[in-house]
């Protein structure tokens, strides 16, 4: 299994900005995509964005125009999440994971907390 590690999460006043930083060793050597997905407190965990082994990138419609998901030019293990203009409802944990056949499917990291205050 891959050890998939966030970080950059914190405490950032309403319209700040965040940058979460995840680490999947193996994940584009095994051909996996790999997601950002979040969980606020009482709520369902959600979809924020996705890159796919292709190297395309899917948004959630409530994230488009205001978080973008890269990938590391140099460590193509190493995917980010910038996260601009943020809200009271970006309070979340949020994950990275990857997805697809085989090894790719299931490898979680352990959250990176992101709150937003007024």
Known sequence: DAQLVESGGGSVQ???SLT?????????????GLDWARQAEGKQREW???????????????????FTL???????DTVYLQMNSLELEDTAQYFCKTFGAG????????????TVSS
């Open 70 to 76: 890269t990938r590391d030019d140099e460590d193509k």
């Open 14 to 16: 309403a319209g700040g």
């Open 20 to 32: 979460l930083t995840c680490t999947a060793p193996g994940f584009t050597a095994n051909g996996c």
């Open 48 to 66: 924020v964005s996705s890159i796919r082994k292709d190297g395309s990138v899917g948004t959630n419609d409530f994230a488009k125009g205001r």
């Open 103 to 114: 090894w790719c499917a299931g490898n979680w990291g352990q959250a990176t907390q992101v």
